[in-house]
């Protein structure tokens, strides 16, 4: 899909074959859909964090599902479109589609032509208004941010050589608590000996005094936005920056959402993505950082005694001299290699601005959706969302791709689609989101 428009067209002078074959002639994209399954096969960019969804699950079942909304061939037009998702980072993805207020290609060839965008980082209002620019005729609303999993990200570790560590709630581990976890990315909390909570200790001849090394992501990341807008909720202040002071919230979008706190020192791995910073992680002794589930179970589903991810508060039970932390894993089967469930379930997200939750529809911001410091499981979670529009003539594309995105992302937010992710180191939507997501990929023309 090439989103070109009248705005844009003196600088498309030469185009492949493949790409002219993408376009339309002016007025000709006003076709409904097609009949189901009759669209083209399409790709997808983005998020990471939705890579294994993406590529073991969503993308294959599609032509593999009995589910009514799915295309193996034998529902609609009996024809199987394909759909292939490239993990780019949802800042990539977020960029490809102008959200920064200019169009940015990849080097992989995708850029402008991926028909729907993952991403963990939903767009704000700016970011949103940005997109909608670059239709042919700007139309508000017509940018669709559809919620299609949850997800949980793991606080991975790395001891410093010749260091163990243990913990009475997690034994053989560490726990964090959350003015813990926030410090070690604010830079205030800097060795390992400051870990007491939950009976944490880390032993050996100098562990106690040797530095913490935050390790972060490379790029503009789904992943960071969620743990960012976390830290927040613990410490809503001002954190000096090389930007200047900013919130942690502030810090979770955009063009800061690879800008940390100054005091943290924190260090990059030299390519994108959550399994570049998983790899800077396990070599580099005497570092924390994160990661989500399905990518953390690849490399820490085994834990070893320097390598693991920790437990983080989820609660406080009991008041005065009888209150006790408590926390909870990423995962509902805990460190094990065995894939389950992101440790998500009842999970009450929040608006960090005071609004209600959820959004009214999929047309409206959902960037400020987090989760509060106490919940029933694991804190540390968050939605993902697929990028689409309602109306993709706006954009230069043919009604056989705006079919085929329709049809693929009912297929993700039906119970098919849903059903694919279980047990699968993510977790299906909650109640109170699957009804507006299915309305929203429903709305996709």
């Known amino acids: ?17 493949a790409a002219t074959a993408a376009l339309v002639a002016p007025g000709a994209a006003s076709a409904s859909l097609g009949t189901q399954c009759s669209g083209a096969s399409i790709t997808g960019q983005g998020s990471s964090l ?56 990849t080097p992989d060839g995708f850029g402008e032509n991926n028909a729907f965008v993952g991403t963990d980082e939903p767009p704000s209002a700016k970011q949103i208004t940005n997109i909608e620019s670059f239709e042919s005729t700007p139309t508000a609303e017509s940018l669709e ?83 960012k807008q976390y830290l927040g909720q613990i410490n809503s202040g001002t954190l000096e920056t090389s930007a200047g002071p900013e919130t942690w919230q502030n810090l979770s979008e955009g063009s800061l959402n690879t800008t940390w706190p100054t005091a943290a020192n924190v260090i990059k791995p030299l390519a994108k993505g959550g399994g570049e910073e998983m790899n800077k992680v396990l070599a580099t002794p005497g570092s924390i950082g994160y990661v989500n589930l399905a990518e953390a179970r690849t490399k820490f589903g085994t834990p070893t005694a320097t390598a693991f991810w920790v437990e983080v508060q989820d609660g406080v039970k009991g008041k005065g001299k009888s209150e006790k932390v408590l926390y909870a894993d990423p995962a509902s089967n805990k460190e094990v290699p065995t894939v389950a469930n992101a440790n998500c379930k009842d999970t009450k997200y929040i608006n960090n601005e005071g609004k209600p939750f959820p959004p009214p529809a999929t047309t409206a911001p959902w960037n400020n959706v987090t989760t509060s410091t106490s919940e029933k499981t694991y804190t540390l979670c968050g939605l993902t969302y697929d990028l689409a529009f309602t109306n993709y003539s706006l954009l230069g594309a043919t009604s056989a791709e705006a079919t085929t995105v329709n049809n693929f992302l009912r297929f993700v937010t039906d119970k098919g689609g849903q059903k694919a992710i279980t047990n699968a180191d993510y977790l299906t939507l909650p109640k109170e989101v699957l009804g507006l997501a299915a309305t929203g990929a429903a709305a996709i023309d």
Request: aromatic fraction near 6%.
């Open 50 to 105: 939705q890579k294994l969804a993406q590529q073991n699950y969503w993308d294959p079942q599609f032509n593999t599902s009995n589910d009514p909304k799915a295309c193996d061939g034998k529902q609609g037009s009996k024809a199987k479109p394909t759909v292939l998702y490239t993990s780019t980072g949802s800042g990539t993805g977020l960029k490809s589609w102008g959200a920064e207020g200019k169009l940015e290609g």
């Open 1 to 17: 899909m090439k989103r070109l428009h009248a705005r844009r067209l003196a600088s498309a002078c030469i185009l492949s074959a």
């Open 145 to 227: 941010t559809i919620p299609v999993a949850q997800e949980s990200v793991a606080i991975i570790v790395n001891l410093p050589a010749g260091c163990t560590a243990t913990s009475t709630a997690a034994p053989g581990r560490l726990v964090l608590n959350n003015s813990t976890l926030e410090g070690i990315f604010a830079g205030t909390v800097t060795t390992w000996g400051q870990l007491t909570e939950g009976g944490d200790a880390v032993t050996g001849t100098g562990c106690a005094a040797d530095t913490i090394q935050p390790v972060v992501r490379f790029d503009q990341s789904g992943t960071t936005h969620i743990v």
